[in-house]
């Protein structure tokens, strides 16, 4: 019987679990840590010192995009279609793995954690919010997202930027971010002091996105009614307040997969709660397997990106001819949709550079499709090869427009590399010809 005892004890001599307060580092704590100090390390890495737009790589981003770029074929600045990638990872992952990404690869959540930890062991005051008050806050990120998106889409700029807590975090601090996102990044911080991750349980709008998917998710939290005790550390351990030790199998669509339950349960032989599939596909999966999973539907996600690249911004004048022919460029100060339009608007001139058809007339036929970046952009034109030729193409995208309407002359903002019909390059005039970037 002493032995017995002793066996049921001794995991809780390793753990001392107040609330949401593991402060031990074992077993799937271990690993999650370093999963997630590993990836805020890369974000930080690639805003900080390679220049990378984090935009682009936000799953919210292909939510916030999704509308334009299927009605009009284009992105909002700033946004890319590699959104749609991650995005698109992000769900396969949650199918399988529940919301795993918010609990390892969410630089937010890692900061609200931490923090959350760091007030714990400072001695300020913490505690959990549960029962209908809980429920109660975790409608407000059904609101928000309902805002961000109408605004979004009725707009078709990103006007949840000025006050978004986590572009105030991982952006470069450029002229488009207001006082409001420092603002609403500080108040998120004194929260996760006190509070268990107040904004990833009560107003992140990808959460609202996620939890649908997350109710049907693969793998869940199981626990044996036999081998449990009700003792209630798991429920107590859980940082989404979902009371463990009272259900056969944790399928709240909130649940983070942190797996911080299994790790507080003191009965770990037998243990009383496992983490894995249907019987059909294995009763309990190794802890790693999570996080070997989740690496690898997020890096195919990425690599699609950069495999598969489609643009993120399409528009197309005429009817397409039998035969069409293609036209790669690189594009200095193509930077948003916004310049974008402007260079549709020169190709829809009317003057002396205009795109002809193939009967007087006629509207001459192209299609664009570009790749709006901050230095150096991607475009393909596809045109009508009887109609129109290469040179053509770009005077009409370089050359200046006069309005008569205005009574005025429009400038072209645009260079292309490797264009250079005046000779600049070569009596070394024009820097950016001389020295394009990118080369």
Not at 77 to 103: E, P
Not at 221 to 232: E, F, H, L
Not at 294 to 306: D, H
Not at 349 to 378: N, Y
């Amino acid at each position: 019987m002493a032995n017995g005892v002793e066996r049921v004890l001794a995991p809780c001599r390793l753990k001392t679990v107040v609330g949401y307060s593991i402060t031990e580092a074992t077993g799937m704590a271990r690993s999650r840590r370093f999963v997630q100090l590993a990836f805020l390390l890369f974000t930080l890495a690639g805003v900080f010192l390679f220049r990378a737009n984090a935009e682009q790589w936000c799953p919210f981003g292909g939510v916030e995009a999704l509308y334009t770029y299927a009605r009009e074929g284009n992105m909002v600045c700033s946004l890319g279609v590699s959104n749609f990638y991650i995005l698109a990872g992000v769900l396969i992952s949650v199918l399988v793995l529940r919301r795993a990404f918010c609990s390892h690869l969410c630089p937010i959540g890692t900061l609200s954690e931490w923090l959350h930890l760091l007030g714990r062991r400072i001695g300020l005051p913490g505690g959990q919010v549960t029962g209908r008050l809980d429920r109660a806050f975790s409608l407000l990120k059904y609101a928000l997202l309902a805002v961000i998106l109408f605004f979004t889409w009725r707009s078709g700029e990103l006007l949840f930027r000025g006050y978004d807590p986590c572009y105030a975090l991982l952006s470069r601090h450029g002229a488009d971010i207001t006082m409001w996102a420092y603002v609403s990044a500080g108040v998120l911080a004194a929260a996760s002091l006190l509070l268990v991750l107040p904004f990833c349980r009560w107003l992140c709008p990808l959460a609202a996105v996620l939890n649908p998917f997350s109710r049907f998710g693969l793998l869940r939290i199981k626990r044996d009614p036999q081998a449990c005790t009700s003792c209630g550390r798991c429920s107590r351990a859980c940082p989404m307040a979902i009371t463990v030790d009272q259900l056969s199998q944790v399928s709240a669509a909130r649940c983070i997969a942190c797996l911080n339950c299994t790790d507080a349960c003191p009965h770990q032989d037998p243990p009383a709660l496992v983490w894995g599939p249907k019987a059909t596909l294995g009763r309990r999966w190794p802890r790693a397997a999570l996080v070997s999973l989740l690496l690898f539907i997020t890096a195919t996600a990425v690599a699609a990106a950069y495999l598969v690249p489609l643009p993120s911004f399409v528009s197309t004048q005429g009817t397409e001819p039998a035969r069409t022919a293609v036209l790669q460029m690189r594009v200095h100060d193509l930077t948003c949709r916004g310049r974008a339009n402007l260079l549709v608007g020169l190709l829809r001139r009317d003057d002396m550079f205009q795109i002809p058809g193939p009967a007087a007339g006629e509207t001459g036929f192209f299609r664009l499709e570009a790749w709006p970046a901050p230095d150096v952009a991607r475009i393909r034109l596809y045109y009508d090869p009887g109609c129109a030729t290469e040179e053509l193409l770009k005077q009409a995208i370089t050359e200046p427009y006069y309005d008569l309407a205005a009574d005025r002359w429009w400038m072209s903002p645009f260079v292309i590399e490797g264009y250079d019909p005046l000779g600049l390059d070569a009596d070394g005039l024009n820097p950016i010809l001389d020295h394009p970037p990118g080369r």
